[in-house]
């Protein structure tokens, strides 16, 4: 392995931090293996700012990683963008195991499987606890905006379904809120994104451009894994004793030590992110209103299973006109003249859309 030369002052700006000189230690072992770091982790790397007027900030390689135990990379083999996940094995024994289930024939192949694929798994030489997975690069599902109520339904039906298919093969996430789902912006992004300031560029010289879900249909991915537990049907329900993910208004786990049935707490992550993220800062989701009450009873035996999510979600997008699917998602706080003046320009591509046959609900 290569030795670490700090190519900054560690306090100053755009410096590597602790967490990205494991990476810049393995870059050369992760070359040999097929993937190649951005050049701010090479040993060549000398900061494109210095000598100019740019900020660090506004480099392309000035830019912090947000995850220490997450990077980027390109694949040799075919230029491909992914994604590189530490995992120390002693702390999630089953991540990789999970993953790599989900991974396999024929479950891979599923559509209904919104499980993140592992592509390959790779044993990090100096540290015998650590595998690295590999995995396609996702981004954040809600960037960008959604653009219409169609486009919501569409998310919403996906990540039912990929729960609801985890959960049919007797696997609980146990983390599945907002932070752990992702979507796949190659399509959306013709031209790429800056893959820690993804709102950028590549090289930060302005803002990516990007389409609408609607006019390249998006899939989510059910992400992480760590908390993930495979169960046995014929040992009954089972129960496990609580342990907080990113969400941390679980109701069973408040003051509580009892051990729980960890499915009806998947159920209440993904209500409890819809009631979050959309019934509680947007507008025009009352039709939601009913079903996500349900999923987040205080009491888990009284929320729905997942298949019975999916089967009155279904209702409800039956009952959903095309008018309101195509209609445009407003933002709580616009104001009357803004909201008016961009339902016009919303209304003349959407028809454009109607003329075209594109679908009011976007799936790949």
């Not at 694949?75 to 002693?90: E, T, Y």
């Not at 990929?162 to 907002?178: I, N, T």
């Amino acid at each position: 392995m290569a030795h670490d030369v700090q190519p900054l002052d560690p306090e100053e700006g755009g410096s590597l931090s602790k967490a990205e000189l494991f990476w810049r230690r393995h870059q050369k072992w992760l070359e040999q293996s097929g993937y190649l770091l951005r050049p701010r982790y090479r040993d060549a790397w000398r900061p494109s700012w210095k000598g100019t007027n740019k900020e660090y900030y506004l480099a392309p390689d000035g830019v912090t990683l947000r995850r220490g135990n997450l990077i980027d990379a390109t694949r040799v083999s075919d230029g491909a963008l992914v994604a590189l996940k530490q995992v120390v094995k002693a702390r999630h024994p089953h991540e990789i195991q999970i993953g790599l289930y989900f991974s396999s024939e024929p479950l891979a192949s599923d559509p209904r499987n919104h499980c993140v694929r592992i592509i390959e798994v790779l044993q990090v030489p100096d540290e015998e606890d650590m595998s690295l997975i590999v995995m396609p690069y996702l981004r954040a599902y809600y960037e960008p905006r959604f653009d219409t109520f169609g486009e919501v339904v569409s998310y919403f039906q996906q990540v039912f379904e990929g729960l609801q298919f985890m959960h049919a093969h007797h696997v609980a996430h146990r983390d599945c809120d907002g932070r752990n789902i992702m979507m796949d912006g190659t399509a959306l992004y013709p031209e790429g994104f800056h893959p820690v300031v993804t709102d950028m560029k590549p090289d930060m010289t302005g803002s990516a451009k990007h389409y609408t879900r609607t006019e390249y249909p998006t899939k989510y991915y059910l992400i992480d894994f760590g908390l993930s537990r495979c169960y046995n049907p014929d040992d009954g329900p089972p129960r496990e004793p609580p342990i907080f993910g990113g969400d941390k208004s679980v109701p069973e786990f408040q003051n509580s030590i009892k051990p729980v049935d960890p499915f009806p707490t998947d159920v209440y992550y993904l209500g409890n992110m819809i009631r979050e993220d959309f019934l509680q800062t947007e507008r025009g989701f009352g039709f939601m209103e009913r079903l996500v009450a349900d999923m987040v009873q205080d009491d888990p035996a009284k929320r729905p299973t997942m298949d019975e999510v999916v089967a009155r979600f279904q209702a409800i997008q039956m009952s959903l006109s095309s008018w309101k699917l195509r209609s445009r998602v407003p933002e709580r706080d616009e104001l009357a003249i803004v909201e008016a003046y961009r339902a016009l320009v919303h209304w003349k591509r959407r028809l454009w859309y109607v003329l075209r046959g594109v679908p009011a609900v976007p799936l790949p």
